[in-house]
């Protein structure tokens, strides 16, 4: 990760977990329900219903929707990527519920909760003065203004473990980056590498933004198409449960959404040449490696690759910045939705067997 990429991470957790008051309400809370282990035995319950909704209050809109994937790792090396948003609040249900007549074990767990929410602001802000004793976070800007950093993880089945799979991984992301890049009047040279990290390889990219833009937005249009296809395979499970003999429309529904995620790319590359104003008589040739790249892209993550941005600074508002302005909201955009998509699609493939 990189200085500017932790710093902002660290803003990220004093506007959306300090701010919100999250570790004073977990302490609270533990502290209402804590009241009922210490009571007297023909002392009435100590309610704390008042204390639970304060918290989820606080904790269920946040999302990592700004987020680079290596700064959700951070958070997740942290263990509280689990106890906020939408899935911190089931989480603290959950506990409840399963507790309901056991409210020592209930109370233990709450306090695990916020004894990791206490441990990370520690973390954190120990981080955040660290760093700011060296660095600006706006004056250490590693990315020229126009440019994104764009990173590509090489894993799972695109993982490269020796030359041959290095060359064959090279050939694919010249295919991707020349497409995109020849669709608007660019050039392969456009994709700068700048990094490169060992593990599952990643490759760090200083990109032009309107490249990053139209990269995002096949990987968006992408999972679109994949968000149905777990969507019909959840309707399917959901038939098997009834045990109707609806086994026939199940395997058409299943069917039709294998045809649906075939026929993606061809959707995709329809969307691409809109918003890129290609006109397929014309521009014939640019057309056709904008097809290769889409399908490659496609492929590659299809088959485990990653490929994530970390959502730049906007420039100074003067009139010559107006249309990289623009661009990065946008791409910002489109990582947002992304994200969203990507949360939607894993807690569809928990109930599905894909």
Same mark, same amino acid.
């Given at each position: 990760?990189?200085?500017?990429?932790?710093?902002?991470?660290?803003?990220?957790?004093?506007?959306?977990?300090?701010?919100?008051?999250?570790?004073?309400?977990?302490?609270?809370?533990?502290?209402?329900? *804590?009241?009922?282990?210490?009571?007297?035995?023909?002392?009435?319950?100590?309610?704390?219903?008042?204390?639970?909704?304060?918290?989820?209050?606080?904790?269920?809109?946040?999302?990592?929707?700004?987020?680079?994937?290596?700064?959700?790792?951070?958070? *997740?090396?942290?263990?509280?990527?689990?106890?906020?948003?939408?899935?911190?609040?089931?989480?603290?249900?959950?506990?409840?519920?399963?507790?309901?007549?056991?409210?020592?074990?209930?109370?233990?767990?709450?306090?695990?909760?916020?004894?990791?929410?206490?441990?990370?602001?520690?973390?954190?802000?120990?981080?955040?003065?660290?760093?700011?004793?060296?660095?600006?976070?706006?004056?250490?800007?590693?990315?020229?203004?126009?440019?994104?950093?764009?990173?590509?993880?090489?894993?799972?089945?695109?993982?490269?473990?020796?030359?041959?799979?290095?060359?064959?991984?090279?050939?694919?992301?010249?295919?991707?980056?020349?497409?995109?890049?020849?669709?608007?009047?660019?050039?392969?040279?456009?994709?700068?590498?700048?990094?490169?990290?060992?593990?599952?390889?990643?490759?760090?990219?200083?990109?032009?933004?309107?490249?990053?833009?139209?990269?995002?937005?096949?990987?968006?249009?992408?999972?679109?198409?994949?968000?149905?296809?777990?969507?019909?395979?959840?309707?399917?499970?959901?038939?098997?449960?009834?045990?109707?003999?609806?086994?026939?429309?199940?395997? #058409?529904?299943?069917?039709?959404?294998?045809? #649906?995620?075939?026929?993606?790319?061809?959707?995709?590359?329809?969307?691409?040449?809109?918003?890129?104003?290609?006109?397929?008589?014309?521009?014939?040739?640019?057309?056709?490696?904008?097809?290769?790249?889409?399908?490659?892209?496609?492929?590659?993550?299809?088959?485990?690759?990653?490929?994530?941005?970390?959502?730049?600074?906007?420039?100074?508002?003067?009139?010559?910045?107006?249309?990289?302005?623009?661009?990065?909201?946008?791409?910002?955009?489109?990582?947002?939705?992304?994200?969203?998509?990507?949360?939607?699609?894993?807690?569809?493939?928990?109930?599905?067997?894909?």
């Amino acid at each position: 990760m990189q200085i500017t990429e932790l710093l902002k991470l660290t803003e990220w957790f004093d506007e959306n977990i300090v701010e919100k008051g999250v570790p004073k309400k977990f302490t609270a809370f533990y502290n209402k329900m *804590n009241q009922n282990i210490r009571r007297n035995g023909n002392q009435p319950l100590v309610p704390f219903e008042q204390e639970k909704e304060n918290i989820i209050n606080a904790i269920e809109d946040i999302n990592f929707q700004s987020l680079s994937l290596e700064q959700i790792n951070f958070l *997740n090396q942290l263990e509280i990527v689990e106890l906020i948003g939408k899935i911190g609040v089931q989480k603290i249900e959950e506990i409840l519920i399963k507790n309901n007549l056991d409210i020592a074990t209930a109370t233990i767990k709450i306090k695990e909760s916020s004894d990791t929410i206490t441990k990370a602001q520690a973390t954190i802000k120990e981080l955040q003065t660290t760093l700011y004793k060296s660095f600006d976070i706006e004056e250490n800007e590693e990315i020229e203004d126009n440019k994104v950093l764009m990173r590509v993880y090489f894993q799972n089945d695109v993982s490269i473990e020796n030359l041959t799979d290095f060359k064959k991984l090279s050939a694919t992301w010249y295919d991707i980056g020349r497409g995109i890049a020849m669709a608007q009047d660019k050039s392969p040279e456009d994709f700068n590498i700048i990094g490169a990290k060992k593990g599952s390889i990643i490759i760090e990219m200083a990109v032009i933004v309107g490249l990053a833009t139209s990269v995002s937005k096949i990987l968006l249009e992408s999972l679109k198409v994949a968000d149905r296809f777990v969507n019909v395979l959840k309707q399917v499970e959901e038939l098997k449960s009834l045990k109707l003999g609806n086994k026939k429309i199940g395997l #058409e529904l299943k069917k039709e959404a294998e045809k #649906e995620r075939d026929a993606g790319t061809a959707t995709i590359l329809e969307n691409a040449i809109i918003d890129l104003k290609l006109d397929a008589k014309q521009n014939g040739d640019k057309v056709t490696a904008l097809q290769k790249s889409i399908t490659k892209l496609i492929g590659f993550t299809q088959n485990g690759g990653i490929v994530d941005f970390v959502q730049p600074n906007e420039p100074d508002d003067e009139p010559e910045n107006a249309e990289i302005r623009e661009e990065i909201q946008r791409l910002k955009t489109n990582i947002g939705e992304i994200r969203l998509l990507e949360n939607q699609i894993k807690l569809l493939e928990n109930k599905v067997s894909v």
